[in-house]
């Protein structure tokens, strides 16, 4: 398997936005952040929730879809980028095929989502595991003020700057769609995920 080169252009793009909006950063992420989903969900839900839930992983599903063949995500604009993430004692994320125009428009569409979640296997070949819906903190908070990201009624979590990822705050929602996590759909670990058998670098 060919190792894939981590492109740095979603990198440039992230720090030219920490730098543009540092002073609206420090007056809206504290707040917001508290708001945001921690790491883990909340044990307590109602049927309608169940509901939700539901509908928002058919919802990923359909939209992804097409992008079972790596492929047809590199040709949709996607791009690897982190490597692999692994979560140690968390699992994993795997791997993250990157569209930095959509990072870039800050809007949040079930039917597009920012990056979408593949897990490499042992004959080289990478399978869909879901899709990642991710907002730069201080453009989605100068947009909307006061106002924590969600979709189909699931807050995104919260990600605090200085991250692995060597990115400004963020705001994401993992959404497990095509390998059920134990843990939950929208966590943002996947205990059975794994980088084991990926051929390149991998984030801690």
């Keep these: 398997m060919t190792t894939p080169q981590v492109p740095t252009k979603f990198r440039h793009f992230a720090t030219q936005l920490q730098c543009s909006a540092i002073a609206l950063v420090l007056m809206s992420i504290c707040p917001l952040s508290a708001l945001a989903q921690t790491a883990h969900e909340h044990a ?16 990923v ?14 040709n949709a604009g ?25 990072v870039g428009n800050g ?8 990056i979408v979640l593949y897990e490499a296997q042992p004959d080289g070949s990478v399978k869909l595991t879901g ?26 979590h919260y990600f605090a ?18 390998k059920d996590n134990p843990d939950g759909a929208f966590v943002n670990w996947h205990p059975n995920v794994s980088c084991q058998s990926f051929v390149g670098e991998t984030t801690p």
């Excluded at 307590?44 to 919802?59: D, I, M, P, W, Y």
Aim: glycine content about 8%; some cysteine; proline content about 5%.
């Design 61 to 74: 599903r359909e939209a992804t879809a097409r992008f079972q063949d790596v492929r047809a995500a590199e």
């Design 131 to 156: 899709a990642d819906y991710l907002v730069i903190a201080s453009s989605w908070d100068a947009a909307h003020p006061g106002v924590a990201p969600q979709l189909m009624g699931q807050i995104f």
């Design 44 to 59: 307590t839900v109602t049927a309608e929730q169940k509901s939700q839930r539901g509908a928002l992983v058919r919802a």
């Design 78 to 102: 996607y791009r690897l980028e982190f490597g692999c993430v692994s979560g140690d004692d968390f699992g994993a994320m795997g791997l993250h095929y990157v569209n930095d125009t959509l």
């Design 107 to 114: 809007i949040i569409d079930v039917s597009r989502p920012q």
């Design 161 to 178: 700057a200085p991250n692995r990822f060597g990115l400004p705050a963020f705001y994401t929602l993992h959404v497990w769609a095509w």
